[in-house]
């Protein structure tokens, strides 16, 4: 909404207003995918109690895996900001 507010505030074009709120869509989605795979990540013990029910503990995601999955929003994260 931020996003929208402020492109609507400089007046941007059609073109530019749909890539700045698809950048910020990008920005805002790495940024929560990171935040929900490191809490999965390093809240095992608590969720092994709480949410056994989760892919981890579940062991559906092995070792290799959870590292993989940190590629795209450390990776993608510094794209995001040129778009």
Known sequence: ???IA??????LSPERFVLTV???VLHFWLYLYNFCLTN???GRLEDRVNKPFRPIQLGRVFGCDQSVGLAP?????PVSHYV
Not at 73 to 77: E, K, M, N, P, S
Request: proline share 0%.
């Open 40 to 42: 999965q990540l390093t």
């Open 6 to 11: 402020v492109a609507w505030h400089y007046q």
């Open 22 to 24: 698809a950048g910020s």
């Open 73 to 77: 929003a450390v990776g993608g994260d």
């Open 1 to 3: 909404m931020f996003t």
